[in-house]
């Protein structure tokens, strides 16, 4: 079975600093990957997904992530914050192919200081 | 990606009541999922609500108490039956995106419960 390791709880970052958010997979294969954010109050936002090809992913809001398979991760990167992207971060799994569940992390809960 | 709303978005309800949460999405899809986020906690699956068979439940959660309804490729319900303080958290629902292929989900706004 698959499973999602984020080992920060809660990160502080200053506005208009560089963030690092991390995850790591267990997984006998390489799996589908995923980064969600969760904003105060609101349902998941999908931000971005691996699933072959280019290790480097872009996706909304100014976020990337890449996979890299020696070390099992998939850590989500933001060159320069915004007091907007406060929130709930999950990382999340789900097995190379279709119809299989998705695998939550604990999550990350970003805060952003002036 | 779908729109997906739910009703109601949050309710208070006494112990031993039912509350029934409807999922709405603007397109078909085949795949409808159910989870639960318990306070401050992470995304738990209930089930997997396909349309036209029973709904699959995840270990630990069984239909007596969360009974699923997936009438057509559009609308789902959640019933959080009987319930008990311990059942107070956010419901969100989640479809499967245009690849089920993929696993990719998009989640509704949730619905928060409070049992008192």
């Known amino acids: 079975a698959q499973s999602v390791t984020q080992p920060d709880i809660h990160i502080t970052v200053s506005e208009g600093a560089s963030l690092e958010l991390r995850c790591n997979y267990s997984?006998?294969?390489?799996?589908?990957l995923f980064w969600y954010v969760q904003s105060p109050g609101q349902g998941l936002q999908l931000l971005l997904k691996y699933f072959s090809g280019d290790t480097l992913v872009q996706g909304i809001k100014g976020f990337e992530a890449e996979f890299k398979r020696s070390q099992s991760s998939f850590n989500l990167r933001k060159p320069s914050v915004h007091w907007s992207d406060a929130a709930e971060y999950f990382c999340?799994?789900?097995?190379?192919?279709?119809?299989?569940?998705?695998?939550f992390g604990t999550g990350t809960r970003l805060t952003i200081i002036p | 990606s779908a729109v997906i709303s739910q009703k109601p978005s949050r309710d208070i309800c006494q112990r031993g009541t039912s509350l029934t949460i409807q999922c709405q999405v603007d397109?078909?899809?085949?795949?409808m999922f159910w989870y639960r986020q318990q306070p401050g906690q992470s995304l738990t699956l209930i089930a997997t609500?396909?349309?036209?068979?029973?709904?699959?439940?995840e270990s630990g959660f069984v239909i007596d108490k969360f009974p699923i309804s997936r009438p057509n490729l559009t609308f789902s319900t959640l019933t959080v039956s009987n319930m008990s303080p311990e059942d107070s958290s956010i419901y969100l629902c989640s479809v499967s995106g245009p690849d089920a292929g993929t696993n990719e989900q998009y989640f509704g706004p949730g619905t928060r419960l409070t049992v008192t």
């Open positions: 999340a799994v789900a097995p190379p192919f279709g119809n299989e569940k998705l695998t």
């Open positions: 609500a396909n349309q036209g068979s029973e709904a699959t439940y």
């Open positions: 997984y006998g294969a390489t799996p589908y």
């Open positions: 397109s078909q899809v085949t795949m």
